[in-house]
């Protein structure tokens, strides 16, 4: 699935790691609310969880996630790709440095196929960068259900600049 692989492999330090999963689970409160946690972060796709809970229910005979927080998940987890790509590309400076970088990060275009009911106890997600300009990123994610089975999908680009 991945499009661009760094010439070179690169490894987030723990630092790193550790800002950006505040960032994102804690200071992100909307993620929060959601329950977005982040379960795997590399330069070429991140990952990440939401487990169930009555809060997110969008039909409440069915006990079906709410479309909107499928839409919110691939979208917070295609930023959260987006940044790690940027902290690959600026490896030279330091963790907090990079960090930074992510003030102005910005969805600029969100495309979402809702392709099957969420329903389940738990879900993941997973997000890939398909290009790193210089001022927009462009990114393909997937919501999926505990089993493996594809929910959605969705596209979106990203202001970096």
């Keep these: ?13 723990d630092e790193f790691v550790a800002g950006l999963k505040e960032i994102f689970e804690e200071k992100i409160v909307f993620n929060k609310v959601l329950g977005l946690k982040i379960t795997s972060l590399k330069p070429e796709q991140v990952r990440g969880h939401i487990a169930m809970k ?28 987006v940044m790690a790509a940027i902290g690959a590309r600026h490896m030279d400076e330091a963790p907090q440095q990079r960090l930074q970088r992510f003030g102005k990060l910005g969805t600029i275009d969100l495309r979402i196929d809702y392709l099957r009911p969420g329903i389940g106890e738990a879900f993941d997600l997973q997000a890939e960068v398909l ?31």
């Design 1 to 13: 699935m991945t499009r661009h692989p760094p010439a070179q492999p690169v490894t987030f330090e």
């Design 54 to 81: 009555r809060e997110l229910i969008g039909h409440y005979s069915f006990s079906r996630l709410h479309g909107g927080v499928i839409s919110a998940g691939l979208d917070a987890m295609g930023g959260l790709a």
């Design 131 to 161: 290009r790193l300009g210089s001022r927009v990123a462009s990114t393909r994610m997937e919501f999926k259900g505990a089993d493996g089975k594809l929910l959605a999908v969705g596209a979106a680009a990203y202001i970096i600049s």
